[in-house]
C-alpha cells in the first residue's frame, strides 16, 4: 500500500515533428481527444497506479504546460508529501545554455539533485510521445520478480499506427524478455513483426544515479543508445509486453490517426478504461441547436453546434455555424467555426477563427493545421 | 489558535429539508443534491453565487439524508471554497451536554450554530436556502443593506399580482422599507414577494434568535417568526428588488420548467456567462461520443454520454447512453441512465442510474392534447429498472423497479 | 458518478466519546481534540500513522462536542487528507427516515455508516479510537492480517501481567490466534493486552455489525460484543503484537505521564522522525523568544511563546507567555495561556486560555514527599482566570474562575 | 468585498549585495526572522489585505522561491480563480537570453501577456528588497479618494536603518504628497528628513499597460527613472506613507540588522500585527536540554539547543551543543553546532555544521557569512 516509487516525465521527444502544433508548446501539452492534453494521459496512468510523487522533466516552451496543470489539484496531485512537481530547466545555475540539454541523460543528471532527495527505492519513467493506459505496479512487480535491472515496456504490434515511425526504438529480446541489442528505426515502416519501445522505463533510484553519472563523466548523453544498448550486455535489461492500444504521437499524421482511432469504440474503452484527469473547466454541457446534423464524433462540453459534424473530434468551447461542414477533422479549444465553412481533414489548432464560406481541405496523408490564434 | 481576520458577511445556506414535493428524486437524497441543468446539483447555484459575489466562508446545515450531499460538497474544491480559513462547511446537529438536538426549524438550525459564526466574527450574515435556481450578486445586495443602514434585507421579486398569493409578500414603502409581511396572502396587497434570501446584520440577528428560542410557542422558523418578530419591534427591514431569473424547484412541475427554460433562447437565465460561472463537482469523464445514428435538436448533452438515437428538447445528463432507435424528447435524464433501443421517452424526469430496457414507453400521451393545456410529467426514481416492452403512462411516478412485463 | 479505483483499507476512527476522567479537560471539546506533547493533539497519532502507513481515507466519527475537533480537522490538509477521491471525512450521526438516531455504541456507530464505507469498496477496515499515544505502522499490521488470513486482526501490547487485569486480554495460542477474550479479567491469564486497533475484513464486520444491530440486547460495542460474537462462532481472530511505546491518556494521570515521557531520554517515543512526522494543524504564529531573564531547563517550548521566566522538566505549548520570576516544573501549559510574574507552578496541567495572575502558586505540595510517592495533579480547566496571589493546592480540579483573592 | 486587484511582486532586486546569500537563490526567498523567508511577509501583506490573484516575477535562481511556495497552500493561493503564479523569465519564446531582463519594464513587459489576462482592475507591486506591514487596501483607498494615476509608497524615516543604502530612490514632493522629482541615493547617508520610496506602487491596470508599451518602444526600462521621474510632470503621481516599521534588506549589514531589530519586542509586535504565513515544516517544539542558557533570542521549532545563545536568530532545526557560544548571531535552518563552538557576528546559512572547539567573530560592520552547506 505504501508507495516507493518515483514518476519521472519527460514532457518532451527529442524526435517529434509536429510542426505549428508544437511552436509555443511542450509535446506534453498539445491537446489530445477533445478535452485532454498528452500529460493528462500519462499523469493519470501514475496516479491510478497510486504513484503519487512525481517530476515533470522540461526542455522549453514549458509555460502552457505549467498553465494546464496548475497546482496538480485535478490530478489529485497537491500533496505535503511527494505530489507533482515540475523541474524547469534551470537546475544547474553553472551553465550558461539553459533550457538544452545534450539528450536525456544530461536532463537526468542536471535534476538529480532534485530526484535524490526524494525517498522513493524505484523509478518508472515515461516519455511523451507514445500513450498507453499502463498499471505500473503491474510493471514493477514483474521488475521485481525477475529481478531486472532495467525493464524497458514493449509494444508488439503497434497497434493503431498503420507504420512505425521514424526514431522509434526496436528492441532485440531473446526468448526470456531479455534485450540484447536496439536499433533505431530509421524508416517509416510497416513491418509486423517488431517488438518498439514506448518509452516507459524502470529501475532503482540507486541505480540510475550511478548510471547518470557514470555516463554523464564519459560524455554520453542518450539514455537508450547509452546506457540500454551498451550495457545489455553487463545488466539483467528485460522486456515487459504491453499489450493495450498504442497511441503514437510524433508527427502530424500519427496526431491525426491516434485521434481518429478514438472514434473506434474498442479503442475508446480500452483508453477510458481507467479513469483520465484533467483540468476542471467548468464549462457547460454542449449545446445541439435546430439544423445540427452530427454524427461519429467526440465532442466536449462548451460546444454549440448548429452545422455538420462528421468523423471529428471538438475540444471544449467549439461553435460551428449555421451550414458549416466539418469532416475528418481535429478542432481544438474555442475555435470558432462560422457559417457554412467546409472543413476536411484540417487541425485547427486553440482559439482559431474560420469567416465564412471558407473551404479548407487537407488529406489523410498531409491534413491541414492551422495555427494557435490564426483568423482564416 | 490561528490568529485571522474577521470576515465581513458569512453566508448560511439551508440544506436540511426533506423536499417532499419532489416526490421519488428525494428519496434518498436531500433536495439540493437534486441534478439540475445537465451537470448541475441544485446547490451549485447559492454556492457559485455566493463564490462569485466574494464569499469564501459558507456554513452549509443540513440534516436529511445528507450523506451524498456532503460526498458531493466534499473539500468544497470545486467551487474554489477549500479555504485554509473559512470556505465550506457541513453543520450537522450534535450532542452538547449529555444529549444531542436536531433542528427544530431553519431559526433553530443557524441558532444552534451561533458558536460557528462567531468563530469567524462576521458584521453581515446571508442567509440563504438550497432549492432556487438564480444567478445574483449578493455583494450588491450588502452595498444596498449598508445604504440603508437595515437590520435586515430581504430579496424581493415582483411576481404578477395574481400569483403572489403563493409566496411571502412584503409590503414595503416607496422607500422599500417593509412595513408589513404577510405569508401566502389570499388577497395580496403587493407583487413583492420574498426570494428566501435575507442579509442580517449579525448582532441583531444573534439577539432575535436568541429571544425566539426562549419562546416555548415559536416555530423557530425565519419567515413565521423571526421575520413578524422583528417588523413587530420597529426594526430596519428592507426589500431589496432583484430584476433577473429566479425559480423555486420545490416541485416536480417546476423542476421540469426550469430546466427546459435553460433550452430556450427567451428565457433569461444563460449559464455560459464566463464572469458568474457555475460551478460544480465534475465526474471524471471522457468528452461524448456522438454515434452514427443519433439525431440531435435543440438539446443539452452532457460528458461521458453515448447517444446513439433522437433527442429533442431534452436535457442529458452526464454518462447518459442513448441507444438507437431511441426517441427522447422534452424530457430530462439524470446522470449514468440507460435507455435502450427502441424506447420512447416524452415529457419525463427519469432520475440517474436507471435502465429503461427495450421497446418501453415512457410518459407518452394517449390523450387528446388541448391547446395550453400542460403535460403531465413522468417520474421514474433512482436507480430502477423498468423491463423491456413497459409501458409508464403519462404522470405517473414510480418508486419501484417494473421487473415484470406488464406489472 | 466519478470513477475511481476502490481502496484496499479505510480507516474508522472513533472520536465521539466524552472522556469524562480528563475531568475539566474535556468539558468542552471532545477527548481526541485535548493538547498533547507541545504542539499537537491526542487525535494528530492515528491520524498521522494513518497517513505514514499508506492510509489516505479515514472516517471520523463525532458526536460529542464535535466544534472544536471539526475545525481542527477541516479539510484534513495538515495531514495531506484533503484529497479529491478520500482524505478525511467527519461522519456525525443523522436523519435517515423521519427522524435522526446517535450513535449507541462503537459498533452502532460503524454500523450507522456502512453506506460511507461501501463508497470505497474497501477490503479491509481498520478500526482506531482517538485517546492513545504511539506510532505505529498500519501497513505491517495489514501484512499480518492477510498473511494469517484472519477475519479479525487485534493489535496487542505485552503489559506487566500485574496490570493486564486493567485492560481487555488476549488468550492466544503459540500461532497468535486467540481463542479467548477477557474484558478487565481479574486474574489475567495472558499479559498480552488490547490496544484498541482493529483490522477486520469488511465482509465479515459487515455481517456482524448487521447481525449485532439485530440483538437488542446488545451493547453495540466491539470489546463487549463484536469479538466476543465472532469468537464464538470460530471466526479467525488473530493477535498482532507491537512492541513500541503506547499509551492510554484517558485520565490525566496517564496524560500528564505521556507528556513527560516526551521529555525523557530513556522513554522510547522520539517526535523528532522524519520518516515518520507526527502531523498537526498549526497556528500561524512567529517563533518564540526567549528574554533577558529565561532560564530554561529540560524543557520543550513552542512556536509564539514569549519566555521570561525559569521553566523545568515542562512542556510549553504554542503561544503562551510566562513572564519574569516565574517558575513552572514539571507541568503542561497549553495553548495561549498567561502567567504572570511571581506565579510559581509544580505539577500541573493549566489548560488553554488560561490567565494566572502574579503571585499566584498552583499545585504546590506543602506535605512531605515520600520516596516514590506519585506526586498529585493540579488541573486548572480552560479560559479561567485565576486571580492574583491565588493558591490552588496540590490535586484541585478547578472548573470555574477564581475572581476574589482567597475564594 | 470583491476583489478586483492583482498583486506583482519582484521577487529580486536590482541592487542588492548581499554576497554569498544570494549566490543560489533569489532575494525573495532569503531566510529571514527565524522561520520565515522574505517572500512570507510580502505575500502576508497581500493575502491579509485580501488581494489573492499574485503573480511573482523571477529573473534567475528561483527554484528555491518554487520549492518553498510549493502550489500556494499555506498562504491559502491555492485557488481556481486568481491565486498564486510564478513567472518564470521564459516568457518570451522569441528571445535568445533568458532570465536576463534590461530591466524592471522590460521585465513586466515580457510578462505583459498573463498580467493582461488577469481580470483585475488595479495593480499593487511590491519589491523584495524592502519589508513592512501594509494595508494595501488602505493605499488603494487613497489611490482612489485622491486621484491619483500612481501611488508610490514611502516612509519618512527608515525607522530601523541606521542609514539609508545606495540605490534607495529619495521622493521629492510638494506638500500634498506631489511626486515631482525622484533621486537615487548615491551614498550611505544618515540623514534625517529624507522621504524614501519603499518599493510599493499603485496603479490601473490598464495605464500599467501603456506606460509599459509606450517605455519599450523608446528603449526605456527603469519604472522609476523612466516612467516616475520622467512623468512626473504630467501624470498625478502621490506618495503615501507608510508610517511601520521598516525592513531594509539590500546589504548584508542591511540583513543582520533587520533581523536583530526583531528581538526589539516593539518592532516584534509592530511586523507580526497581522498573521505572518510560511510553509509548514511539521518539526517538534523546541527542545532546551539541561545546560543551557538563552537569552534574548529568536527560536524556531525543531531547535535543540544544549549551549548558550544570546542575542541571536535561529531557523528551524538547529542544534546547539554543550559548551558553545552563539553570540549576535544568525543560524539559518538545519545548521548545527557542536561543542564549545564560538560565534559571534556571524551568519550561518542553511545546512552548515561548524565542528568542535572552531571559533568564528565577525563585526557590526561586517558579519561574517558562511555559504549554505559548508563544514567549517
Given at each position: 500500500m505504501m508507495s516507493n516509487v518515483l514518476g519521472l516525465i519527460f514532457s518532451y521527444s527529442e524526435r517529434e515533428n509536429l510542426r505549428e502544433m508544437?511552436?509555443?508548446?511542450?509535446?506534453?501539452?498539445?491537446?489530445?481527444?477533445?478535452?485532454?492534453?498528452?500529460?493528462?494521459?500519462?499523469?493519470?496512468?501514475?496516479?491510478?497506479?497510486?504513484?503519487?510523487?512525481?517530476?515533470?522533466?522540461?526542455?522549453?516552451?514549458?509555460?502552457?504546460?505549467?498553465?494546464?496543470?496548475?497546482?496538480?489539484?485535478?490530478?489529485?496531485?497537491?500533496?505535503?508529501?511527494?505530489?507533482?512537481?515540475?523541474?524547469?530547466?534551470?537546475?544547474?545555475?553553472?551553465?550558461?545554455?539553459?533550457?538544452?540539454?545534450?539528450?536525456?541523460?544530461?536532463?537526468?543528471?542536471?535534476?538529480?539533485?532534485?530526484?535524490?532527495?526524494?525517498?522513493?527505492?524505484?523509478?518508472?519513467?515515461?516519455?511523451?510521445?507514445?500513450?498507453?493506459?499502463?498499471?505500473?505496479?503491474?510493471?514493477?512487480?514483474?521488475?521485481?520478480?525477475?529481478?531486472?535491472?532495467?525493464?524497458?515496456?514493449?509494444?508488439?504490434?503497434?497497434?493503431?499506427?498503420?507504420?512505425?515511425?521514424?526514431?522509434?526504438?526496436?528492441?532485440?529480446?531473446?526468448?526470456?524478455?531479455?534485450?540484447?541489442?536496439?536499433?533505431?528505426?530509421?524508416?517509416?515502416?510497416?513491418?509486423?513483426?517488431?517488438?518498439?519501445?514506448?518509452?516507459?522505463?524502470?529501475?532503482?533510484?540507486?541505480?540510475?544515479?550511478?548510471?547518470?553519472?557514470?555516463?554523464?563523466?564519459?560524455?554520453?548523453?542518450?539514455?537508450?543508445?547509452?546506457?540500454?544498448?551498451?550495457?545489455?550486455?553487463?545488466?539483467?535489461?528485460?522486456?515487459?509486453?504491453?499489450?493495450?492500444?498504442?497511441?503514437?504521437?510524433?508527427?502530424?499524421?500519427?496526431?491525426?490517426?491516434?485521434?481518429?482511432?478514438?472514434?473506434?469504440?474498442?479503442?475508446?474503452?480500452?483508453?477510458?478504461?481507467?479513469?483520465?484527469?484533467?483540468?476542471?473547466?467548468?464549462?457547460?454541457?454542449?449545446?445541439?441547436?435546430?439544423?445540427?446534423?452530427?454524427?461519429?464524433?467526440?465532442?466536449?462540453?462548451?460546444?454549440?453546434?448548429?452545422?455538420?459534424?462528421?468523423?471529428?473530434?471538438?475540444?471544449?468551447?467549439?461553435?460551428?455555424?449555421?451550414?458549416?461542414?466539418?469532416?475528418?477533422?481535429?478542432?481544438?479549444?474555442?475555435?470558432?467555426?462560422?457559417?457554412?465553412?467546409?472543413?476536411?481533414?484540417?487541425?485547427?489548432?486553440?482559439?482559431?477563427?474560420?469567416?465564412?464560406?471558407?473551404?479548407?481541405?487537407?488529406?489523410?496523408?498531409?491534413?491541414?493545421?492551422?495555427?494557435?490564434?490564426?483568423?482564416? | 489558535m490561528i490568529q485571522t481576520n474577521s470576515k465581513e458577511m458569512i453566508a448560511m445556506l439551508l440544506a436540511g429539508g426533506q423536499g417532499s414535493r419532489l416526490g421519488v428524486l428525494t428519496n434518498n437524497v436531500a433536495k439540493p443534491a437534486v441534478p439540475f441543468g445537465g451537470k448541475y446539483r441544485i446547490i451549485d447555484f447559492p454556492l457559485s453565487n455566493c463564490v462569485n459575489s466574494g464569499i469564501d466562508t459558507i456554513g452549509v446545515l443540513t440534516q436529511y439524508q445528507p450523506l451524498e450531499l456532503n460526498a458531493y460538497i466534499g473539500n468544497g474544491q470545486p467551487w474554489d471554497l477549500d479555504r485554509l480559513y473559512g470556505g465550506v462547511s457541513i453543520l450537522p446537529p450534535y450532542v452538547k451536554g449529555s444529549e444531542g438536538e436536531w433542528y427544530k426549524g431553519t431559526a433553530n438550525a443557524i441558532y444552534q450554530n451561533i458558536h460557528f459564526i462567531e468563530m469567524y466574527r462576521p458584521k453581515y450574515v446571508l442567509i440563504l436556502s438550497g432549492d432556487h435556481i438564480y444567478k445574483m450578486n449578493y455583494d450588491l445586495m450588502l452595498k444596498?443593506?449598508?445604504?440603508?443602514?437595515?437590520?435586515?434585507?430581504?430579496?424581493?421579486?415582483?411576481?404578477?399580482?395574481?400569483?403572489?398569493?403563493?409566496?411571502?409578500?412584503?409590503?414595503?414603502?416607496?422607500?422599500?422599507?417593509?412595513?408589513?409581511?404577510?405569508?401566502?396572502?389570499?388577497?395580496?396587497?403587493?407583487?413583492?414577494?420574498?426570494?428566501?434570501?435575507?442579509?442580517?446584520?449579525?448582532?441583531?440577528?444573534?439577539?432575535?434568535?436568541?429571544?425566539?428560542?426562549?419562546?416555548?410557542?415559536?416555530?423557530n422558523d425565519f419567515g413565521k417568526n423571526i421575520i413578524p418578530a422583528m417588523l413587530e419591534e420597529g426594526q430596519n427591514l428592507y426589500a431589496y428588488e432583484y430584476n433577473g431569473y429566479w425559480k423555486d424547484v420545490g416541485t416536480v412541475e417546476s423542476l421540469w420548467e426550469a430546466n427546459m427554460d435553460l433550452l430556450n433562447p427567451n428565457v433569461p437565465i444563460e449559464l455560459n456567462d464566463p464572469p458568474w460561472k457555475i460551478y460544480s463537482r465534475n465526474g471524471i469523464l471522457p468528452p461524448q461520443c456522438i454515434g452514427e445514428n443519433a439525431k440531435l435538436h435543440n438539446s443539452s448533452i452532457s460528458e461521458g454520454c453515448k447517444i446513439d438515437g433522437e433527442v429533442e428538447n431534452s436535457i442529458i445528463f452526464p454518462g447518459v447512453i442513448i441507444e438507437k432507435d431511441v426517441i427522447v424528447s422534452n424530457s430530462i435524464i439524470m446522470p449514468s441512465t440507460i435507455i435502450e433501443s427502441g424506447s420512447l421517452i416524452e415529457y419525463s424526469i427519469i432520475a440517474s442510474n436507471v435502465v429503461i430496457e427495450k421497446n418501453s414507453q415512457i410518459g407518452l400521451n394517449k390523450k387528446p392534447i388541448l391547446n395550453n393545456e400542460k403535460r403531465e410529467i413522468t417520474v421514474i426514481g433512482q436507480e430502477l429498472i423498468i423491463t423491456e416492452g413497459t409501458i409508464v403512462p403519462a404522470g405517473v411516478m414510480v418508486d419501484k423497479s417494473i421487473l415484470e412485463k406488464g406489472a
Amino acid at each position: 500500500m505504501m508507495s516507493n516509487v518515483l514518476g519521472l516525465i519527460f514532457s518532451y521527444s527529442e524526435r517529434e515533428n509536429l510542426r505549428e502544433m508544437t511552436k509555443t508548446r511542450t509535446l506534453a501539452s498539445l491537446p489530445f481527444g477533445g478535452k485532454y492534453r498528452i500529460i493528462d494521459f500519462i499523469l493519470s496512468n501514475y496516479v491510478n497506479s497510486a504513484i503519487y510523487d512525481i517530476f515533470i522533466l522540461t526542455r522549453n516552451n514549458y509555460h502552457s504546460l505549467v498553465d494546464h496543470l496548475g497546482s496538480g489539484k485535478e490530478w489529485d496531485l497537491t500533496r505535503k508529501r511527494g505530489g507533482l512537481r515540475i523541474l524547469s530547466p534551470f537546475s544547474n545555475p553553472g551553465s550558461n545554455e539553459t533550457g538544452v540539454y545534450k539528450g536525456t541523460i544530461e536532463a537526468l543528471s542536471r535534476n538529480m539533485h532534485s530526484i535524490r532527495r526524494s525517498m522513493a527505492e524505484y523509478i518508472v519513467i515515461s516519455g511523451s510521445s507514445i500513450l498507453c493506459q499502463m498499471n505500473f505496479q503491474d510493471i514493477l512487480k514483474s521488475h521485481i520478480e525477475r529481478n531486472a535491472d532495467i525493464t524497458v515496456a514493449y509494444t508488439r504490434a503497434m497497434n493503431g499506427c498503420n507504420i512505425i515511425p521514424q526514431g522509434v526504438n526496436l528492441l532485440k529480446m531473446d526468448e526470456d524478455e531479455r534485450i540484447h541489442d536496439l536499433i533505431i528505426n530509421n524508416d517509416d515502416i510497416n513491418a509486423q513483426d517488431v517488438t518498439c519501445d514506448i518509452g516507459v522505463i524502470v529501475l532503482k533510484k540507486s541505480l540510475l544515479e550511478s548510471l547518470v553519472a557514470d555516463a554523464m563523466s564519459y560524455g554520453r548523453y542518450d539514455f537508450y543508445r547509452d546506457i540500454i544498448q551498451r550495457l545489455s550486455s553487463t545488466l539483467n535489461i528485460l522486456g515487459y509486453e504491453c499489450k493495450n492500444h498504442i497511441f503514437e504521437i510524433s508527427s502530424v499524421t500519427g496526431y491525426m490517426q491516434a485521434n481518429m482511432n478514438l472514434l473506434n469504440e474498442d479503442v475508446r474503452k480500452n483508453a477510458f478504461v481507467q479513469p483520465i484527469y484533467t483540468k476542471v473547466k467548468d464549462s457547460v454541457p454542449a449545446i445541439y441547436l435546430e439544423g445540427c446534423h452530427v454524427k461519429n464524433s467526440i465532442i466536449s462540453d462548451g460546444c454549440k453546434i448548429e452545422g455538420s459534424v462528421e468523423n471529428s473530434i471538438l475540444s471544449r468551447g467549439v461553435k460551428i455555424g449555421k451550414g458549416a461542414i466539418v469532416k475528418n477533422s481535429i478542432i481544438m479549444q474555442n475555435a470558432e467555426i462560422m457559417k457554412t465553412v467546409i472543413l476536411d481533414h484540417v487541425i485547427l489548432d486553440k482559439d482559431v477563427m474560420v469567416r465564412e464560406n471558407r473551404h479548407i481541405t487537407g488529406h489523410d496523408t498531409y491534413p491541414v493545421v492551422i495555427e494557435k490564434f490564426s483568423i482564416v | 489558535m490561528i490568529q485571522t481576520n474577521s470576515k465581513e458577511m458569512i453566508a448560511m445556506l439551508l440544506a436540511g429539508g426533506q423536499g417532499s414535493r419532489l416526490g421519488v428524486l428525494t428519496n434518498n437524497v436531500a433536495k439540493p443534491a437534486v441534478p439540475f441543468g445537465g451537470k448541475y446539483r441544485i446547490i451549485d447555484f447559492p454556492l457559485s453565487n455566493c463564490v462569485n459575489s466574494g464569499i469564501d466562508t459558507i456554513g452549509v446545515l443540513t440534516q436529511y439524508q445528507p450523506l451524498e450531499l456532503n460526498a458531493y460538497i466534499g473539500n468544497g474544491q470545486p467551487w474554489d471554497l477549500d479555504r485554509l480559513y473559512g470556505g465550506v462547511s457541513i453543520l450537522p446537529p450534535y450532542v452538547k451536554g449529555s444529549e444531542g438536538e436536531w433542528y427544530k426549524g431553519t431559526a433553530n438550525a443557524i441558532y444552534q450554530n451561533i458558536h460557528f459564526i462567531e468563530m469567524y466574527r462576521p458584521k453581515y450574515v446571508l442567509i440563504l436556502s438550497g432549492d432556487h435556481i438564480y444567478k445574483m450578486n449578493y455583494d450588491l445586495m450588502l452595498k444596498h443593506h449598508k445604504e440603508k443602514n437595515a437590520d435586515c434585507t430581504i430579496a424581493v421579486l415582483k411576481v404578477p399580482i395574481e400569483e403572489a398569493s403563493r409566496f411571502g409578500v412584503m409590503n414595503a414603502d416607496d422607500n422599500l422599507k417593509i412595513y408589513e409581511f404577510e405569508e401566502k396572502p389570499k388577497e395580496p396587497k403587493s407583487n413583492l414577494v420574498s426570494m428566501g434570501v435575507y442579509i442580517f446584520t449579525w448582532d441583531k440577528l444573534k439577539e432575535f434568535l436568541i429571544k425566539d428560542e426562549g419562546n416555548k410557542n415559536s416555530d423557530n422558523d425565519f419567515g413565521k417568526n423571526i421575520i413578524p418578530a422583528m417588523l413587530e419591534e420597529g426594526q430596519n427591514l428592507y426589500a431589496y428588488e432583484y430584476n433577473g431569473y429566479w425559480k423555486d424547484v420545490g416541485t416536480v412541475e417546476s423542476l421540469w420548467e426550469a430546466n427546459m427554460d435553460l433550452l430556450n433562447p427567451n428565457v433569461p437565465i444563460e449559464l455560459n456567462d464566463p464572469p458568474w460561472k457555475i460551478y460544480s463537482r465534475n465526474g471524471i469523464l471522457p468528452p461524448q461520443c456522438i454515434g452514427e445514428n443519433a439525431k440531435l435538436h435543440n438539446s443539452s448533452i452532457s460528458e461521458g454520454c453515448k447517444i446513439d438515437g433522437e433527442v429533442e428538447n431534452s436535457i442529458i445528463f452526464p454518462g447518459v447512453i442513448i441507444e438507437k432507435d431511441v426517441i427522447v424528447s422534452n424530457s430530462i435524464i439524470m446522470p449514468s441512465t440507460i435507455i435502450e433501443s427502441g424506447s420512447l421517452i416524452e415529457y419525463s424526469i427519469i432520475a440517474s442510474n436507471v435502465v429503461i430496457e427495450k421497446n418501453s414507453q415512457i410518459g407518452l400521451n394517449k390523450k387528446p392534447i388541448l391547446n395550453n393545456e400542460k403535460r403531465e410529467i413522468t417520474v421514474i426514481g433512482q436507480e430502477l429498472i423498468i423491463t423491456e416492452g413497459t409501458i409508464v403512462p403519462a404522470g405517473v411516478m414510480v418508486d419501484k423497479s417494473i421487473l415484470e412485463k406488464g406489472a
